[in-house]
């Protein structure tokens, strides 16, 4: 009987053992044993994951962000292009927020993305996709499966890659909706000195750089959303190698900093006009590169100052507005007619085609921090114009989340858009009173997260 006991005994510590530091299996650390179940009800929850979003070169896709590469294929990856996801639970509610080293999405990919997750708990309200607007990334033209133009400035719609991202996405989002811990989470910004500025000269420049980090409960770095707002556009039609851009440098760097597998996620803003300013560099991509690891120190500066707390607010909206009547800009011809080799008469027969009637806009709020999405590519003073309304109302640190969904046009004021914008203006799809309508939208369906 004693033997027995020792035996039974000695199997008992010895479970416990395994159970407490994880020895044979890997394990990370205590978190991973602790975590609540998924539906407890005054917590947040976390999940983080990314996939690799670089196609094999043999698929021959085309690089976006230049009408002049006339739809030449990339020659080679220079560095990864990633997308990250980050989801979040609290109570009966989840949501997924999606960064993507891509330049933009057309309409059609986030409603085949929901349809090849098939349910599972997502729709259109609880997903924002927002891309980086990389200029050395995949063309958004190839991903439009209403884009039978077959235009070499525009781009070709190339179903193959369309179906290799949405199979990427789809994988992504599986993987993230599981393995949920329960987290801390806070945010902080800073004002950001000569790293960008207004392209067309106006005085309206977003200087803030804001970052939030969610943390484990024991205070392990889970992920960090980074939000700077700036063109990333370092690299240009003669590039033709994949990039992710001075994003992809910033992501990459800022998690070299935190480590412990830290997962960064760069989002852009309301950059319709927002240039970065160069650091130097040799090549484009050096000076990408230089760029986004200056970034990535300011933004480790901001990570550093910020104390998480697992009492935070949890909630989005989202809502669809009808958009102003399609329109060709009256200079469409001097800019954006001249890089796509399109008369005014071709563009309406592709904008009847290609631009949405109606337009989805969604936000989130994650403590402190609110994010609301803009379909396209707006003006730093329309995006100012919302953040400040937001911050008068109480909230610490709205954002922009730049392209999200899908890109629609570059959004502009009625001023910006009658008394020349330049390119800009002549990409604006929707008339003078495009703008005014996207603020209201954005404005409306943030508000009722403010309390």
């Not at 005994?9 to 395994?18: D, E, Q, R, Y």
Request: aromatic letters at 8%; glycine letters at 10%.
């Amino acid at each position: 009987m004693m033997k027995k006991t020792g035996i039974k005994l000695f199997i008992i510590s010895f479970t416990l053992m395994v159970y407490v530091t994880g020895f044979g299996f890997n394990s990370k650390s205590l978190d991973n044993e602790m975590d609540l179940p998924n539906n407890a009800k005054d917590k947040i929850l976390a999940s983080v994951a990314r996939v690799d979003l670089t196609p094999p070169l043999e698929m021959k896709f085309a690089l976006g962000g230049y009408g002049e590469r006339m739809n030449k294929p990339a020659i080679g990856v220079h560095d990864k292009i990633w997308a990250k996801a980050v989801a979040l639970k609290k109570g009966g509610k989840k949501y997924v927020i999606i960064t993507l080293d891509v330049l933009g999405l057309p309409p059609n990919v986030k409603p085949q993305l929901l349809k090849k997750l098939g349910g599972k708990g997502w729709n259109e309200k609880n997903m924002m996709l927002l891309p980086s607007h990389s200029h050395a990334s995949l063309d958004m033209a190839a991903l439009n499966d209403k884009n039978l133009l077959n235009s070499p400035q525009i781009g070709i719609f190339h179903p193959e890659l369309l179906e290799f991202v949405i199979s990427s996405l789809s994988k992504l989002i599986n993987e993230v909706d599981k393995n949920y811990k329960e987290v801390k989470i806070g945010t902080n910004s800073m004002l950001v000195e000569n790293m960008n500025r207004n392209r067309r000269g106006d005085p309206d420049v977003d200087k803030n750089l804001t970052v939030t980090r969610i943390d484990t409960k024991k205070g392990n770095p889970m992920a960090v959303l980074v939000n700077w707002t700036a063109h990333p556009t370092f690299m240009g039609e003669k590039d033709m190698m994949v990039s992710g851009g001075w994003p992809g440098y910033l992501q990459s760097g800022l998690e070299q900093k935190i480590g412990k597998g830290a997962i960064v996620l760069y989002y852009n803003g309301a950059e319709g006009d927002q240039s970065p300013i160069g650091v130097g560099g040799e090549s484009h991509y050096d000076k990408a590169e230089n760029y986004g690891r200056e970034m990535s120190n300011k933004a480790f500066q901001v990570y550093q100052s910020i104390k998480s707390n697992s009492k935070v607010k949890f909630d989005f909206n989202y809502t669809t507005i009808k958009l102003p009547e399609r329109k060709v800009h009256p200079s469409f011809m001097e800019t954006g007619g001249a890089e796509y080799n399109l008369t005014p008469e071709a563009l309406k027969a592709v904008l009847h085609v290609m631009s949405p009637e109606n337009t989805g806009i969604g936000s989130v709020r994650i403590g402190d921090l609110l994010i609301v999405g803009a379909p396209g590519e707006l003006a730093a003073g329309l995006g100012l114009q919302i953040k400040k309304s937001l911050k008068v109302k109480g909230i610490k640190y709205p954002v922009i989340g730049g392209f999200a969904n899908e890109w629609i046009s570059y959004i502009l004021s009625a001023d910006q858009y009658n008394n020349g914008a330049g390119y800009e203006s002549s990409v604006s799809f929707y008339g003078e009173g495009l703008g005014e309508v996207i603020v209201k939208g954005m404005t409306d369906v943030a508000i009722p997260l403010v309390k």
